[in-house]
């Protein structure tokens, strides 16, 4: 089993940046695929981000270029980051991170699979001002 905790969140203008932290513990060697969706409210659910445990990331083209993930293994301890830049107002959402167990690594996955992956966080919220 796997837990999925992240932080980070929080008010900023537009333009500013943000960095989430979603700390993975449990039984962590099964996961091949990370990644991050976010939920605005009256929207559904959307995928940006996702990567494997070697780091090689996909995103969505509504932050590419603008947001990058990354994974962090250091001793025994897993954590994925999300720094976002050049933040928007419709960056305004609630971000979850998520974990796969099922996929192998070395398949095609793409941002909105993350929304199929087994394992979320509980999110956090990130609201950005005009």
């Known amino acids: 089993h796997v837990q999925l905790m992240e932080s980070g969140g929080g008010s900023v203008q537009a333009g500013g940046s943000l960095r989430l932290s979603c700390a993975v513990s449990g039984h962590t060697p099964s996961i091949h695929f990370m990644g991050w969706f976010r939920q605005a409210p009256g929207k559904e659910r959307e995928g940006i981000a996702v990567?494997?445990?070697?780091?090689?990331?996909?995103?969505t083209d509504a932050v590419k270029g603008r947001f990058t993930t990354t994974i962090s293994q250091d001793n025994a301890k897993n954590t994925l980051y999300l720094q976002m830049n050049s933040l928007k107002p419709e960056d305004t959402a609630r971000y979850y991170c998520a974990a796969d167990d099922i996929r192998r690594l070395g398949a095609y996955v793409t941002p909105t699979e993350v929304l199929q992956f087994g394992y979320w966080g509980q999110g956090t919220q990130v609201t950005v001002s005009s």
């Open positions: 990567i494997d445990r070697l780091g090689s990331a996909t995103y």
